[in-house]
């Protein structure tokens, strides 16, 4: 499958928010939204205009996958997925975005960005439930238990994010053991949990047309 693979801080500027698709690089003065606070190309400091509805539902729309780092089709699927269930449709979709295991991965602190943990979990360092894991976009449930392979403890990546996870906190519907180099997922990821500024509605709206 396709991915994008230019530079992720054209996409923060692009949205005209951290992203934090950048790990720790976000967290400082180095980062591309707070050195130039206007979207990328030769227009990108012109006299902002006035976006149409659905211009605005795209945007969030984009924001939210460019967030997550899944391709449309992938997010599509969620939508599809959530619409399906019974309950708040946006609400549903930003719930399998956040189980998903690539995100769960940088989420409890093994690796400083989505992409890094798409990385270590293709490179089968992931483990659910002691069984070895390399798909990304795996959906993880309640009591699952996520653990970094024996051999893989000491990869230099995965310490040097643990030792910064404290800078993002661990949300609360998952618990760490960082000395065992494990996690458990406690519940379902509620809507207080996604602290990032999303409109999900907005999505909704989008793709209810």
Request: aromatic share 6%; hydrophobic share 35%.
């Amino acid at each position: 499958m396709a991915r994008y693979t230019g530079a992720v801080c054209r996409q923060c500027r692009r949205e005209r928010l951290k992203l934090f698709l950048k790990g720790d690089r976000c967290y400082t003065d180095k980062c591309a939204v707070e050195r130039r606070a206007f979207p990328p190309g030769q227009h990108g400091q012109a006299r902002m205009r006035k976006f149409s509805d659905y211009a605005i539902q795209l945007r969030e729309k984009q924001k939210v996958r460019r967030m997550y780092g899944v391709m449309e089709g992938q997010f599509r699927k969620a939508f599809h997925e959530a619409d399906r269930r019974k309950g708040v449709t946006g609400e549903l979709l930003l719930a399998l975005l956040e189980k998903r295991l690539d995100n769960v991965i940088h989420r409890i602190g093994f690796a400083n960005s989505r992409r890094q943990a798409r990385q270590l979990v293709k490179h089968k360092h992931v483990m659910v439930n002691d069984k070895k894991v390399n798909v990304p976009s795996y959906i993880v449930s309640v009591n699952d238990v996520i653990t970094i392979n024996e051999n893989s403890r000491k990869v230099a990546l995965i310490n040097d994010s643990l030792d910064s996870v404290a800078r993002r906190g661990v949300p609360s519907w998952l618990e760490v053991d960082r000395a065992g180099y494990k996690a458990t997922v406690k519940s379902e990821p509620d809507r207080q949990a996604i602290t990032m500024p999303i409109q999900e509605q907005l999505i909704v709206e989008l793709y209810s047309k």
